[in-house]
């Protein structure tokens, strides 16, 4: 009774099996990467007791726009096709009667009741089909639940420290490579893979690339609060770092990444605030205006100081000057030997007169403003501060070997030295 039972298996299952199927995929939404096609059966329609997992010669595979179709064979695959149409697939292991050539199939046909009577009458057999959605995966968010290093170089103020930064935002990516997706990911499932079976994997992996995408962004002398300008390098330095993972393995590449904050500690702040801050003061003229802007401040409290007397407070005020070591004046006259000295180098760029300094190039500059030739300023009429008297004359532009010590009369021209020769 076995024999007879495994033959009348072996010829019905091989019989109902020789209708050529359709295979489709429902739209695939965002959660959905992958999923096992179906095989179309009508109620109106005769294949209905073929086996699910047979794919017989001749067999038809709708594939949509954003898919990619696979077709697998006993484990291995066989068939794929990401263009969007009608794919037949007519190399299939189990015959057709109804697609090729006739008596061929008919051929084979008998060989397949052979081989399926010597199991019982089973198709020991196993075609599957599967869609993967080749879409861009978007909505998948992030936070740093612990800070991540980040460096914080300022070349104009030789500022070079260490911070952390914690940020949250949303990141997508694209199944690019289906074939590692399905060898190293989803595997031969039944029905549907969604996204949220890799998602904690995907995330922790992506906060771990950050800490190096940041030094990488850092050394290109972006800011941290202008991170989020600069999404477009950030895909590329973490499709860098993750490459390893995500594309050569799983077959995964990142499309956008999004911030929608970060943060950094506000002692942090605080610190990189105060130095830029006080890197200011590294200018003399804006370290003598901070210094009068206090003096300032400090005059008006003076004067409505009632209790010790504003006298008292202007002495108090005059101490801490002397022990200071430093005062605006002396400030301004740096600022000034600054901004004189910077038109000096031009000369001989510009025939012979600097940047701002008319006339022969010779004056200096008040702090009002004001150019002057003489030793007193001409507009308020500050004294020219000690140790700038050089000499050059006025008339042809000779300049003694010691400009501090000019002869009596210009051996070019004969004009005699005096305080209209001072520049």
């Known amino acids: ?13 091989a019989t109902a099996d020789q209708w050529r199927e359709y295979f489709y995929c429902d739209a695939l939404n965002n959660e959905i990467l992958a999923t096992k096609g179906k095989k179309r059966v009508s109620g109106k329609g005769s294949n209905t007791k073929g086996e699910d ?15 990619c179709m696979m077709i697998v064979d006993q484990g291995k695959v066989v068939e794929f096709c990401a263009e969007a149409g009608e794919f037949v697939y007519d ?35 196993e075609q599957r089909v599967y869609f993967f959605n080749t879409k ?7 936070g740093t639940a612990s800070p991540v290093p980040f460096r914080v170089v300022d070349a104009n103020i030789g500022l070079d420290i260490d911070i952390t930064l914690r940020c949250n935002g949303e990141y997508s990516y694209r199944i690019t490579d289906p074939l590692l997706f399905y060898k190293n990911v989803c595997g031969n499932i039944t029905g549907n893979f969604t996204k949220d079976e890799i998602e904690s994997q995907l995330k922790t992996e992506l906060l771990t690339a950050l800490q190096p995408a940041f030094a990488r962004v850092s050394e290109m002398g972006v800011r941290y609060s202008s991170i989020p300008k600069h999404t477009t390098e950030m895909v590329g330095i973490l499709n860098e770092e993750l490459s390893a993972k995500w594309s050569e393995l799983r077959g995964i590449s990142m499309v956008s990444f999004g911030m929608n904050s970060i943060k950094a500690p506000e002692e942090d702040e605080a610190m990189i605030k105060e130095l830029q801050r006080t890197a200011v003061y590294r200018n003399p003229n804006m370290a003598a205006a901070s210094l009068v802007n206090a003096q300032a401040d400090a005059m008006r409290a003076a004067a409505s100081n009632t209790s010790t007397g504003p006298m008292m407070a202007f002495a108090g005020m005059n101490m801490a000057n002397m022990a ?19 038109p000096q180098m031009q000369q001989g760029m510009n025939g012979g007169q600097g940047v701002g300094n008319p006339g022969n190039g010779a004056g200096w500059v008040c702090s009002c403003g004001q150019v002057n030739k003489g030793r007193f300023c001409s507009e308020c009429g500050q004294k020219k501060p000690a140790g700038e008297a050089l000499y050059r004359c006025d008339k042809c532009g000779w300049e003694p070997e010691d400009p501090k010590n000019p002869p009596k009369f210009c051996p070019e021209c004969g004009d005699p030295f005096n305080e209209n020769d001072i520049r």
């Open 91 to 125: 190399t299939s292991s189990e015959p057709s009667l109804f697609y090729g050539d006739f008596g061929e199939s008919l051929g084979r046909t008998f060989e397949i009741i052979g081989r399926r009577f010597t199991f019982g009458g089973d198709t020991a057999k």
């Open 136 to 142: 861009e995966i978007m909505g998948n968010k992030y």
């Open 53 to 67: 997992n047979i794919i017989s010669n001749g067999s038809v595979v709708a594939v949509n726009e954003g898919q």
């Open 1 to 13: 009774m076995g024999l007879i039972k495994a033959i009348k298996n072996a010829v019905s299952t």
């Open 324 to 342: 200071g070591g430093m005062n605006a004046n002396a400030l301004f006259s740096m600022g000034q030997q600054q901004v004189a000295g910077a």
